[in-house]
Nanobody
Framework: QVQLVESGGGLVQAGDSLRLSCAAS????????MAWFRQAPGKEREFVAA???????YYADSVKGRFTISRDNGKNTVYLQMNRLEPEDTAVYYC????????????????WGQGTQVTVSS
């Protein structure tokens, strides 16, 4: 069982930056694929970024070049650095985890955080 707790959301202006953090419980954090998803009002939850066990990074096209996912296995934490934020990035951001490999589908992840709100004003 893994518990995930996100933090770092807030209200910012377009063009600003934010860094989200997701702290995970447990001693086997390094064996989990970690990802970020987001859900805007009235929309489906969508994939944002993932960091695989191999260290490979994968991004949705909409955030490529602006967002960076990283992890610190010593701190059991995954981060999402978000630069050049746009109003379209406004959503609740969720951290997700799966032991072993996971892709970009929501159904591929077993553990979820409670979400953190990011609001970008124009």
């Amino acid at each position: 069982q893994v518990q995930l707790v996100e933090s770092g959301g807030g209200l910012v202006q377009a063009g600003d930056s934010l860094r989200l953090s997701c702290a995970a419980s447990g001693r086997t954090f390094s064996t989990y694929t970690m990802a970020w998803f987001r859900q805007a009002p009235g929309k489906e939850r969508e994939f944002v970024a993932a960091i695989w066990l191999s260290g490979t990074l994968y991004y949705a096209d909409s955030v490529k070049g602006r967002f960076t996912i990283s992890r610190d296995n010593g701190k059991n934490t995954v981060y999402l650095q978000m630069n050049r934020l746009e109003p379209e990035d406004t959503a609740v951001y969720y951290c997700a985890a799966r032991r072993g490999f996971a892709g970009t589908e929501r159904s591929g992840y077993d553990y979820w955080g409670q979400g953190t709100q990011v609001t970008v004003s124009s």
